[in-house]
Structures are given as structure tokens and as C-alpha cells.
């Protein structure tokens, strides 16, 4: 009669192999997309100010006044009414202040009555305002068309 002897074999099988690589490459990937630590509160932060600038431009229409987004320095702007910093029909003062070392430039967009962007003679704008955040050499940008008052951000 022959013997038959078995052996215990240690090691890994070949599906814990492939699932450790799975899950080695999807944490890879996320770091990957990750970036830099300051470019998602950057493009969170441009994203905010084209939702303001659209905010405003609504508000324009449905209050039929003009309003101004104020660049008040390269850390805080606001949406004003002849100067006063208004606040919204929902009550939320609109003031903004940029965090975690994001710089702004750019200057003041009226907008009339209708939402249009206007120019300081309450004349149409004719070119593209842009304003430009930035943090540890990264940018984004920010644009309103002229006549339209489109709003699109530029990571």
C-alpha cells in the first residue's frame, strides 16, 4: 500500500494577493487625486465665490436693485448695496472671508437690476472680469462674461 503524506503549506492564496493589491491600489489613486493639501479648500474656495457672484446677480433680479461684490482686500469680499454689506432674504449676512492662506485678486463687479454686469458707468461690461485665488502657487480661477453674466470657475 503506498502512503500518502500531506504536507501543511503556509503561505498566501492566490485571492488574498489580488485583494491586498486591489486595496493597495485604490489608496494610491485617492492619494494621487488628493494633490496638494491646499488645492481642495482652494477650488472649494473659488467654487464659493462664483455661487456668490451668482447669488448676487439673482438677487439683482428678484429685488430689481443693483448690487456690488466688493473686493474689500486679498482675504474678504462682500455683496453691497451702495456700500452696506446686505443681507439675504434668508438672513445670512454676505460677507466671505478666505481661510487656510487663500489670496484673491481682482476687483469690485456691479451688477444692475436685471443681473447684467455693469461697469462703474452702469454700462454694460465688455470683457471678461476674472478674479484670481491663490495658495502655495496653485490657482484657480473665476469669470463673469460680459452681457450674459455666465460665471465659471477654472481649477
Known amino acids: 500500500m503506498a502512503s500518502t503524506s500531506t504536507k501543511q503549506q503556509s503561505g498566501f492564496t492566490l485571492i488574498e494577493l489580488v485583494t491586498v493589491l486591489i486595496l493597495l491600489g485604490i489608496l494610491m489613486s485617492s492619494l494621487y487625486l488628493r494633490g ?3 488645492t481642495p479648500s482652494l477650488n472649494a474656495q473659488a467654487d464659493q465665490l462664483a ?3 451668482r447669488h448676487a446677480q ?3 433680479l428678484t429685488q430689481g436693485r443693483s448690487l456690488t461684490l466688493e473686493v474689500q482686500s486679498t482675504t474678504n469680499y462682500v455683496v453691497s448695496d451702495a456700500g452696506a454689506t446686505i443681507t439675504d432674504p434668508q438672513g445670512t449676512v454676505q460677507a466671505f472671508t478666505l ?5 484673491l485678486a481682482g476687483g469690485n463687479l456691479d451688477f444692475d437690476s436685471l443681473g447684467r454686469p ?3 458707468t452702469d454700462n454694460l461690461i465688455t470683457t471678461a472680469q476674472t478674479w484670481t485665488l ?3 502657487g496653485s490657482t484657480a480661477s473665476v469669470r ?5 453674466g455666465f460665471v465659471s470657475v477654472t481649477p
Open 36 to 38: 496638494s493639501p491646499s
Open 51 to 53: 455661487r456668490t457672484l
Open 118 to 120: 455693469i461697469d462703474a
Open 134 to 136: 491663490s495658495v502655495s
Open 144 to 148: 463673469v462674461e460680459p452681457v450674459t
Open 99 to 103: 481661510l487656510n492662506g487663500v489670496t
Open 58 to 60: 439673482s438677487l439683482s
